[in-house]
């Protein structure tokens, strides 16, 4: 780092009009390490060098950078797979750790954070790509429904804390992060196949060792979805023992296969799951958009896939869709937006004309020692 390098940050604390306690105090560093950091005897860590620029409102690049060099950075992989140098990853700061996360299939249009460039152990090594958007602000949404990926668009569209990245998952994958700390938020819609209860002894499986709260995000049909006129003539999960019919299937772990699992044990065709011609997919859009091409015939996914692609639907059950976040996190400003979005009257509108029940929304469910 050159002295004119080192001398930005004391200039930009000057120009904000900032005493070196004062940065420190903002930036949660002491006093002492803004003055060697000033005085060229320390280099900041990446994260110290992040809050610094957002305390002072300025990129990494106006305190630090001599050149339009990307900056390095040390993060643990979140998912298995995500260490390949070259791959596009998302970031974010969890559990006092970076993250990071493969922007791939549905992540393919999402600008990245950053790249991958080494790996070392259980360690990868990224450069930021435009360390002026700080990944500190990053909140990690996973879960299957469509509604979070909307969520998350809608809090970034507006003014306020955080940048919000939707992760499909299934409620078990994401059940599993949020146990790791690799999540901030988990949605869940699983249903006790013993007690026929929502949700509640998934996350307390998941969660022994963590205080949760959880709040209710909508309600929705889930059911058989077919191509439109429902040319097969299925009239219930009964019907998929006809002869010739092509199955999609989401994977294990999922809500949706848990409930055609179930479904399809009471009427003695479990056999089906494993019959030639079965498809297995991620996700309530995968099972709708293999249908919609004509690569099955039918598949149990929720109302809004099927309108999202035109399809018949054929309703089974209802289901509560839930969010559950650490109670640690309950006093995050971006987590207080968050909640506050799930009961305006603009969100519920738009949910439910995509056949989510919003009655509820924005509920905290208090039954149960996990909430």
């Known amino acids: 780092m050159t002295t004119s390098a080192e001398n930005c940050l004391r200039a930009r604390r000057t120009a904000c009009g900032l005493s070196q306690a004062a940065l420190a105090q903002s930036a949660g560093i002491s006093r002492q390490s803004v003055f ?97 958007e700080s990944p500190l602000d990053n909140m990690v949404l996973m879960g299957c429904a469509p509604a979070l990926g909307l969520l998350a668009e809608r809090l970034n569209l507006r003014t306020g804390p955080g940048r919000f990245l939707w992760l499909p998952r299934s409620s078990t994958q994401a059940l599993a992060a949020l146990a790791l700390r690799r999540t901030h938020l988990a949605g869940v819609h699983l249903t006790c196949d013993q007690t026929g209860e929502a949700n509640l002894p998934d996350v307390r499986r998941h969660t022994r060792k963590q205080a949760v709260a959880i709040y209710t995000l909508a309600r929705w049909q889930a059911g058989l979805l077919t191509a439109p006129g429902n040319p097969k003539q299925l009239r219930s999960t009964a019907s998929l023992g006809k002869r010739g019919l092509r199955l999609c299937v989401r994977e294990p772990g999922s809500g949706a296969r848990r409930l055609l699992d179930r479904e399809l044990a009471q009427a003695g065709l479990l056999a089906e799951l494993t019959k030639p011609g079965t ?93």
């Open 36 to 132: 060697a950091i000033e005085s060229g005897t320390s280099t900041p860590a990446v994260d110290v060098a992040l809050r610094l620029a957002k305390v002072l409102a300025c990129r990494v690049e106006d305190l630090f950078a001599t050149e339009s060099a990307p900056v390095p950075l040390w993060t643990a992989p979140a998912e298995e797979g995500s260490s390949a140098s070259g791959q596009r990853v998302a970031l974010a700061h969890l559990g006092g750790r970076w993250l990071s996360y493969p922007l791939v299939r549905e992540g393919i249009g999402r600008a990245a954070d950053a790249l991958i460039t080494a790996s070392r152990g259980r360690r990868v090594k990224v450069a930021l790509l435009h360390a002026e």
């Open 279 to 371: 498809l297995q997919v991620r996700g309530h859009l995968e099972v709708a958009a293999a249908i919609a091409m004509g690569a099955a015939d039918v598949g149990m996914a929720t109302r809004d896939a099927a309108l999202a692609f035109g399809l018949d639907f054929i309703p089974v059950t209802e289901e509560r869709y839930d969010l559950v976040i650490p109670r640690t996190g309950l006093q995050d400003r971006r987590l207080v937006r968050l909640l506050e979005l799930l009961t305006t009257a603009a969100f519920r509108s738009e949910l439910s004309s995509l056949g989510y029940d919003t009655s509820h929304s924005g509920d905290r469910v208090t039954e149960g020692a996990a909430s």
